[in-house]
C-alpha cells in the first residue's frame, strides 16, 4: 500500500530552521513529481514547493521563495523542504503529496492539490514570535 510519511516539524522561534523530510514507498519514485502544501487552522490548503522527478525543476510561491528549498533523494525515495527565516504566518501542518508523471504538465497542475496522487499524514509546524 502506498504511504508517504513525514517528519521534522516542531516548534521553533521566529528567524530558526527546520529540514521536513517525506519518505514514500511509491515505485518507482522517480516517476512522480513530489510537492509541499500546508494548512493553517481555518485556511485553505497552500502550495508550498514542488520538485520534478530528477529534481532538475522547482518551483515556489512568493511566500516562500528564497526562504524554502526542496529536493529529493530518490535513492532514498525521499524528498526534503528545508525552510529557513521561518516567520510565524509559516505555522500549519505541513503535508508530503506525490504527483504520477506521464507528460509534461502544466504550471496549474502542479500547484493544483487535487492533481496529486498520493499524500501524507502531515507534520505540525509552530513558529512563535
Known amino acids: 500500500q502506498v504511504q508517504l510519511v513525514e517528519s521534522g516539524g516542531g516548534l521553533v522561534q521566529a528567524g530558526d530552521s527546520l529540514r521536513l523530510s517525506c519518505t514514500a514507498s511509491?515505485?518507482?519514485?522517480?516517476?512522480?513529481?513530489m510537492g509541499w502544501f500546508r494548512q493553517a487552522p481555518g485556511k485553505e490548503r497552500e502550495f508550498v514547493a514542488t520538485?520534478?522527478?530528477?529534481?532538475?525543476?522547482?518551483l515556489y510561491p512568493d511566500s516562500v521563495k528564497g526562504r524554502f528549498t526542496i529536493s529529493r533523494d530518490n535513492a532514498k525515495n525521499t524528498v526534503y523542504l528545508q525552510m529557513n527565516s521561518l516567520k510565524p504566518e509559516d505555522t500549519a501542518v505541513y503535508y508530503c503529496?506525490?504527483?504520477?508523471?506521464?507528460?509534461?504538465?502544466?504550471?496549474?497542475?502542479?500547484?493544483?492539490?487535487?492533481?496529486?496522487?498520493?499524500w501524507g499524514q502531515g507534520t505540525q509546524v509552530t513558529v512563535s514570535s
Open positions: 511509491v515505485h518507482p519514485f522517480n516517476t512522480y513529481r
Open positions: 503529496a506525490a504527483k504520477k508523471t506521464f507528460a509534461v504538465a502544466t504550471i496549474s497542475d502542479i500547484i493544483k492539490s487535487v492533481r496529486y496522487d498520493y
Open positions: 520538485i520534478s522527478r530528477y529534481g532538475n525543476n522547482t
